[in-house]
């Protein structure tokens, strides 16, 4: 069962809500979202590009910039290098399109995800420098590629990193690649105002510097919604700064008359949406599709698709895209059923890290489905997949257990790994699979309490005190995403007074409830797992059976998020979870 943990703070309210002229529940929700100045919560509140920091506070950015425009200037031809996921390939469209904007000469690589591998390679300097580059710049990699930038400085190529990764160290000590500009907002001596930017928000940055000069806004049309994409699909924290390029950029997507790239148009059109776009349709629709790209077939086909000058060419690239992801949807659907099989069966249920080897898993999807076990499990788990030599596996992570620290304990059961506190890639020779669970069981260090998922909560409130108005307010907590999500609230003693399940797989309950008197219409899109869940643990094995066949009047603890009905315009409480 997950632990529920109210947020708690002081401040005067009543103060708060007077100046912004809002409710004293929603002046509440500002405090707890870490906001205790009036600038703080103006700039939340109104996030405007005008607000953004100034891109020369980040380290090399001003040399970087110079050696674009020298190159520019001269007409060298540059070369782009970037990721197979999606912010590597916004990055890349970002400086591509930036530079082409400009009047410079630039072209791509995106490192294919199984023949190339995550990074830039020394073998990619050779191929700039056979096709006439005179200058590299990588956007979301390149800091831990030190072999690759010796090779350009020997070809005599100049040569730019921009990334947004942690910095490796050696002996405690940074090891930064030998390159002309290193743009890194988390290079130890870089002391840029808010280093969470992903690798597009750097892109973005060091282009920002350039047109500003020249006193160009047009890059703002062109460029931010792409930035505002891989903000949210790379799951950095929206807030500060990335709340403003998110907020800015959805409004640009949204607007059919700003909007001018025909690959992403096509893109939007085929998936049905149209004007009410947010981080939703962005990081489970509009995202998983650029991905699948790179997951099943060539990530370049994302860059093709938004370099796309043909709106007939582009639609065709759309349609490619949306059936990569239908086909990555089905692979991870019957990946995840058989990784669910192994980490129910008894074997496995007593341990606290979870090794699951899924053979005929496409290894793209293998880090999809670890996410997917371990919101279920709330375990650490690692999924491994039959590679052209040896095993590759993904992982992801809970709070309190460092992946990449972990695998480095076990260093020499592995040929690769990498990663940070949440996720990390590896690989292995077969036959250390079962020495590797068993170390990684072994080590771990993670205390029965730490294995207990804690769900966060703002305020309990009583559903009657729910008005159109808060909702209202709520709206503008958005764009939600990590580190900002929707408001959740908690309510103790609601009665459920009827029960109607719907949906393709009867997965969603339609309720009533009752609370002080009053009934309420909610739903719980997860039905089996949450209220029939807490019904069944609260009541009894028959209990929600019953209830669906009417026989209700239980007594339950809900977490909810409220909402406007689409359909017939009431309040209605999403249930989150229950006991």
């Given at each position: 069962?997950?632990?529920?943990?109210?947020?708690?703070?002081?401040?005067?309210?009543?103060?708060?809500?007077?100046?912004?002229?809002?409710?004293?529940?929603?002046?509440?929700?500002?405090?707890?979202?870490?906001?205790?100045?009036?600038?703080?919560?103006?700039?939340?509140?109104?996030?405007?590009?005008?607000?953004?920091?100034?891109?020369?506070?980040?380290?090399?950015?001003?040399?970087?910039?110079?050696?674009?425009?020298?190159?520019?200037?001269?007409?060298?031809?540059?070369?782009?290098?970037?990721?197979?996921?999606?912010?590597?390939?916004?990055?890349?469209?970002?400086?591509?399109?930036?530079?082409?904007?400009?009047?410079?000469?630039?072209?791509?690589?995106?490192?294919?995800?199984?023949?190339?591998?995550?990074?830039?390679?020394?073998?990619?300097?050779?191929?700039?420098?056979?096709?006439?580059?005179?200058?590299?710049?990588?956007?979301?990699?390149?800091?831990?590629?030190?072999?690759?930038?010796?090779?350009?400085?020997?070809?005599?190529?100049?040569?730019?990193?921009?990334?947004?990764?942690?910095?490796?160290?050696?002996?405690?000590?940074?090891?930064?690649?030998?390159?002309?500009?290193?743009?890194?907002?988390?290079?130890?001596?870089?002391?840029?105002?808010?280093?969470?930017?992903?690798?597009?928000?750097?892109?973005?940055?060091?282009?920002?510097?350039?047109?500003?000069?020249?006193?160009?806004?047009?890059?703002?049309?062109?460029?931010?919604?792409?930035?505002?994409?891989?903000?949210?699909?790379?799951?950095?924290?929206?807030?500060?700064?990335?709340?403003?390029?998110?907020?800015?950029?959805?409004?640009?997507?949204?607007?059919?008359?700003?909007?001018?790239?025909?690959?992403?148009?096509?893109?939007?059109?085929?998936?049905?949406?149209?004007?009410?776009?947010?981080?939703?349709?962005?990081?489970?629709?509009?995202?998983?599709?650029?991905?699948?790209?790179?997951?099943?077939?060539?990530?370049?086909?994302?860059?093709?698709?938004?370099?796309?000058?043909?709106?007939?060419?582009?639609?065709?690239?759309?349609?490619?895209?949306?059936?990569?992801?239908?086909?990555?949807?089905?692979?991870?659907?019957?990946?995840?059923?058989?990784?669910?099989?192994?980490?129910?069966?008894?074997?496995?249920?007593?341990?606290?890290?979870?090794?699951?080897?899924?053979?005929?898993?496409?290894?793209?999807?293998?880090?999809?489905?670890?996410?997917?076990?371990?919101?279920?499990?709330?375990?650490?788990?690692?999924?491994?997949?039959?590679?052209?030599?040896?095993?590759?596996?993904?992982?992801?992570?809970?709070?309190?257990?460092?992946m990449q620290s972990e695998l480095m304990k076990c260093h020499g059961l592995l040929t690769e790994f990498g990663g940070h506190a949440m996720a990390a890639g590896f690989s292995l020779p077969e036959e250390?699979?079962?020495?590797?669970?068993?170390?990684?069981?072994?080590?771990?260090?993670?205390?029965?309490?730490?294995?207990?998922?804690?769900?966060?909560?703002?305020?309990?409130?009583?559903?009657?005190?729910?008005?159109?108005?808060?909702?209202?307010?709520?709206?503008?907590?958005?764009?939600?995403?990590?580190?900002?999500?929707?408001?959740?609230?908690?309510?103790?003693?609601?009665?459920?007074?009827?029960?109607?399940?719907?949906?393709?797989?009867?997965?969603?309950?339609?309720?009533?409830?009752?609370?002080?008197?009053?009934?309420?219409?909610?739903?719980?899109?997860?039905?089996?797992?949450?209220?029939?869940?807490?019904?069944?643990?609260?009541?009894?094995?028959?209990?929600?059976?019953?209830?669906?066949?009417?026989?209700?009047?239980?007594?339950?603890?809900?977490?909810?998020?409220?909402?406007?009905?689409?359909?017939?315009?009431?309040?209605?409480?999403?249930?989150?979870?229950?006991?």
């Amino acid at each position: 069962m997950k632990r529920w943990i109210s947020k708690r703070c002081n401040a005067e309210f009543g103060k708060i809500a007077s100046r912004y002229n809002i409710t004293e529940i929603f002046a509440e929700i500002l405090v707890k979202r870490g906001l205790y100045t009036w600038e703080a919560m103006d700039k939340y509140l109104f996030p405007g590009l005008e607000l953004m920091y100034k891109p020369e506070l980040m380290k090399d950015l001003v040399k970087a910039a110079g050696l674009l425009k020298e190159s520019i200037k001269k007409g060298i031809k540059i070369r782009v290098i970037g990721d197979y996921d999606v912010d590597g390939i916004m990055s890349t469209y970002i400086l591509v399109k930036g530079i082409s904007m400009l009047g410079g000469n630039a072209d791509y690589r995106i490192p294919h995800r199984i023949k190339d591998g995550y990074g830039i390679r020394s073998y990619m300097a050779d191929e700039a420098y056979s096709c006439g580059a005179g200058l590299v710049i990588t956007c979301d990699n390149g800091i831990s590629a030190t072999d690759a930038a010796l090779r350009a400085k020997e070809l005599g190529i100049k040569y730019i990193i921009t990334d947004h990764h942690e910095v490796p160290s050696e002996d405690g000590r940074p090891v930064i690649p030998a390159a002309d500009a290193v743009v890194n907002p988390k290079q130890p001596e870089c002391n840029y105002p808010f280093p969470q930017l992903c690798g597009a928000g750097v892109a973005y940055k060091i282009l920002s510097y350039i047109f500003e000069q020249e006193n160009n806004k047009n890059y703002i049309e062109e460029l931010l919604p792409f930035a505002a994409i891989a903000t949210v699909c790379d799951v950095v924290p929206l807030t500060d700064e990335n709340r403003i390029i998110v907020s800015n950029g959805i409004k640009l997507l949204s607007d059919r008359n700003i909007l001018k790239n025909k690959g992403l148009i096509a893109l939007l059109d085929e998936l049905q949406l149209g004007k009410d776009i947010n981080t939703g349709s962005i990081g489970f629709r509009i995202g998983p599709c650029i991905n699948a790209a790179g997951r099943l077939s060539d990530a370049a086909k994302g860059m093709e698709l938004l370099l796309e000058d043909n709106s007939t060419e582009a639609a065709r690239r759309a349609q490619e895209l949306v059936r990569f992801n239908e086909e990555r949807k089905d692979m991870t659907a019957k990946a995840e059923a058989e990784a669910d099989r192994q980490a129910a069966g008894s074997d496995m249920q007593n341990e606290p890290v979870l090794v699951i080897y899924l053979e005929n898993c496409h290894e793209s999807v293998a880090g999809i489905v670890a996410g997917r076990v371990r919101e279920k499990y709330y375990r650490p788990v690692y999924v491994l997949t039959k590679a052209g030599r040896g095993l590759k596996g993904s992982g992801r992570s809970i709070p309190g257990y460092h992946m990449q620290s972990e695998l480095m304990k076990c260093h020499g059961l592995l040929t690769e790994f990498g990663g940070h506190a949440m996720a990390a890639g590896f690989s292995l020779p077969e036959e250390n699979l079962n020495k590797f669970r068993s170390v990684l069981n072994r080590q771990c260090s993670l205390s029965p309490d730490e294995l207990i998922e804690k769900v966060t909560f703002d305020k309990e409130v009583k559903l009657a005190d729910i008005s159109r108005e808060l909702i209202t307010q709520l709206k503008w907590l958005e764009p939600f995403g990590e580190a900002n999500e929707k408001a959740v609230f908690a309510k103790r003693g609601v009665i459920i007074k009827s029960v109607h399940m719907c949906g393709k797989e009867n997965q969603i309950a339609r309720l009533k409830l009752e609370d002080e008197g009053k009934v309420f219409d909610a739903v719980d899109f997860n039905a089996e797992r949450c209220t029939g869940a807490a019904v069944t643990a609260r009541y009894g094995e028959n209990a929600w059976i019953n209830m669906q066949d009417g026989i209700c009047g239980q007594n339950i603890d809900i977490l909810y998020v409220p909402d406007i009905n689409n359909m017939y315009g009431n309040i209605q409480f999403k249930i989150l979870d229950c006991r």
